[in-house]
């Protein structure tokens, strides 16, 4: 007997007909006779439908009110799936994000995970109850509802799955694995048997949708196994033992599966990216953490930075990029700061993408920034940023690319299936 945490995404939930489809998954999962916890996402673009509602109340909302709103989605699928079940004869119960509890801290629409009470949840699932989670959601310690950002049912997954100490964690999504790019702009992608967590980890950070950044992030910290498949296959399907998903495994497990190790892992878009150039920024010590700092304070990523060559009235130009859907807060902060930053101009710019490229053989491995260069300058593809680590390379390029590019530079890494 296996403890398995099963996930099911937002198009794995999209209607009553997929959901009873999920509920045949879970039941033949728990018919082997394993302790079985599954967490949902809410359907496919209820999210959105209620993140615009907040938006249309307020363009600057208050994250806290954002977070009843949006978690409602997630409460609703969780609901339905467990009536569902108990249909088909399943002994299940839904356990809200509340109900466990799922401790977080209070960076509401951002929320980190820091203990998930699992006592009552262990001795219902220890009954062969099979348990049905909200993902995305948890509690403050002063009882405010708070949510973990975009995709942060696959970080509930694993962090159910590290606290109930499961075997493994089952992601189930649209596509039935992780390929070197995504197959819907690069026919000829090929599905990866295995993957490291650093990759994983990179890619996601990067714009590969296939699982949150931060849940692989958790993954790896708590040597959570990790499966990526698909839950549209037929109903003759094998059990996902015997799937051929793609498995999140460390370097040593890869090494040792004897998987022929590639210089390029994966190719990721992402366009959900905004940039923003303040020009005349004086020149001067500290006048870059006057820009930083509140948006730090706020909670807001920046990524790529640039500051450009001084002036000579001792000026400079400063370009970062954020993601879009931070961009009205963004440039609300840095208004209100402007005295004290000093700068000019403040020009955003949402007409971007970032590309990259990702790969653990970057490390011993030199040439993979020249290639990538010279072959977006061959296509006349301008780069506006650039940014790098140890196994992975982006830039950003016009969002009218993207698609160019990456096609472009699968190529060039030698990804094409045969």
């Known amino acids: 007997m296996a403890r398995i945490v099963m996930k099911f995404g937002g198009t794995s939930m999209a209607g009553t007909e997929r959901i009873r489809r999920v509920a045949q998954l879970v039941k033949r999962q728990a018919e082997r006779g394993d302790e079985v916890a599954v967490v949902v996402s809410a359907m496919a673009g209820d999210t959105d439908r209620l993140v615009n509602f907040c938006r249309e109340a307020n363009a600057l909302y208050d994250p806290a009110e954002y977070d009843v709103v949006v978690a409602a989605g997630e409460q609703i699928t969780s609901g339905l799936l467990a009536i569902t079940l108990q249909a088909l004869g399943c002994n299940a119960r839904s356990w809200l994000g509340w109900q466990m509890p799922i401790h977080t801290d209070d960076a509401h629409a951002k929320a980190r995970i820091g203990s998930i009470d699992t006592d009552e949840l262990l001795a219902s699932m220890g009954t062969g109850c099979i348990a049905v989670i909200p993902g995305f959601q948890g509690l403050t310690d002063d009882n405010r509802v708070t949510t973990l950002g975009r995709g942060g049912s696959d970080t509930s997954a694993v962090a159910v799955a590290a606290a109930v100490k499961a075997d493994r964690c089952d992601i189930y999504t649209d596509v039935d694995g992780v390929y070197t790019t995504d197959p819907r702009i690069v026919a000829r992608a090929r599905k990866l048997k295995a993957v490291t967590y650093e990759e994983m980890l990179e890619l996601a950070s990067v714009g590969s949708k296939v699982l949150q950044t931060r849940s692989v992030g958790l993954a790896m910290k708590e040597g959570v196994r990790v499966q990526v498949l698909s839950s549209f296959i037929d109903e003759n399907a094998p059990d996902a033992d015997s799937i051929p998903g793609t498995m999140i495994v460390t370097d040593e497990e890869l090494e040792n599966a004897q998987v022929e190790r590639q210089l ?25 953490a006057h820009i930083f700092a509140p948006l730090a304070d706020a909670n807001i990523n920046v990524d790529m930075i640039i500051q450009n060559v001084g002036r000579d009235k001792g000026e400079t130009d400063v370009t970062f990029t954020c993601p879009q859907a931070d961009l009205a807060r963004c440039t609300d902060i840095l208004e209100n700061q402007r005295d004290a930053i000093g700068y000019n101009r403040l020009i955003p710019d949402t007409k971007v993408a970032k590309i990259s490229v990702v790969g653990v053989g970057m490390k011993s491995h030199a040439g993979v920034a020249s290639t990538m260069f010279s072959s977006l300058a061959d296509r006349k593809i301008n780069i506006q940023a650039i940014s790098t680590s140890e196994i992975k390379v982006s830039v950003l390029i016009d969002e009218d690319e993207t698609e160019l590019a990456v096609r472009v ?6 990804l094409d299936a045969e």
Do not use: M, Q
């Open 409 to 414: 530079l699968h190529t060039a890494y030698g």
């Open 264 to 288: 390029i892992t994966g190719i990721a878009a992402d366009k959900n990216e905004a940039k923003i150039t303040l020009t005349r920024v004086p020149d001067r010590p500290g006048a870059v």
